[in-house]
């Protein structure tokens, strides 16, 4: 299974056990991130002075991910990053967690706190981290913490989403912040940023 960066960073974002590492909205946030960052690198979309433009409508073969660049090419005026975050955040974590069960990636395990509050959780089956999921968060490890590594534009999407989503102390233990946000320039770092600002106004 070829998976997008939406489905990368929602694996990131649970643990094997099934709980997500943060709040719902944050992780929202970080989903729309990722399809922003996957359109970036598929060359459908580009950003210039903070405002996203539509430069090909072509699908790329992700479905979630083609959801939101029809959005965006609905939509005349080119917005500015922030704003389309938020708008792409409506709902964006539950369609990824079940394309990710009906692949079988992931088990949806529905039950309720104190018998009365009901809660879902997502486990890995057999409570084995996917394969997929190691593998990135070897690259993405290797990306901050070896100088010699060369990490591909992925790897560094997927840094900038962790970073965003301040999930990075899960993510790197013991590296610094101010070490990995080198790593992320030009595009992806504005989509960073834009991602971080929606998560901080939030919050606020």
């Not at 990075?168 to 989509?191: M, N, Q, S, Y």
Request: charged fraction near 25%.
């Amino acid at each position: 299974m070829t998976m997008s960066l939406a489905e990368e960073l929602v694996l990131i974002a649970y643990d094997t056990d099934g709980t997500a590492w943060g709040t719902g909205t944050a992780v929202n946030f970080a989903v729309a991130g990722a399809h922003l960052m996957e359109l970036a690198l598929a060359g459908r979309i580009t950003v210039r002075d903070g405002r996203i433009s539509v430069l090909d409508a072509t699908p790329t073969g992700a479905p979630l991910t083609d959801a939101a660049l029809a959005t965006l090419a609905a939509d005349p005026e080119p917005r500015r990053t922030k704003d389309w975050v938020n708008r792409l955040s409506k709902k964006a974590l539950q369609p990824v967690l079940d394309h990710l069960v009906a692949a079988g990636v992931v088990e949806r395990h529905d039950q309720k706190v104190l018998r009365l509050i009901p809660f879902t959780r997502y486990p890995s089956p057999g409570g084995v981290e996917p394969t997929a999921e190691t593998e990135r968060r070897r690259l993405m490890l290797a990306a901050v913490t070896d100088p010699a590594a060369t990490p591909d534009d992925r790897t560094l999407a997927m840094v900038a989403l962790v970073t965003a989503a301040d999930w990075h102390r899960r993510a790197f233990p013991g590296v610094p912040r101010h070490t990995i946000r080198p790593r992320v320039t030009g595009v992806l770092d504005d989509l960073r940023t834009a991602v971080r600002g929606a998560i901080g106004d939030t919050y606020s």
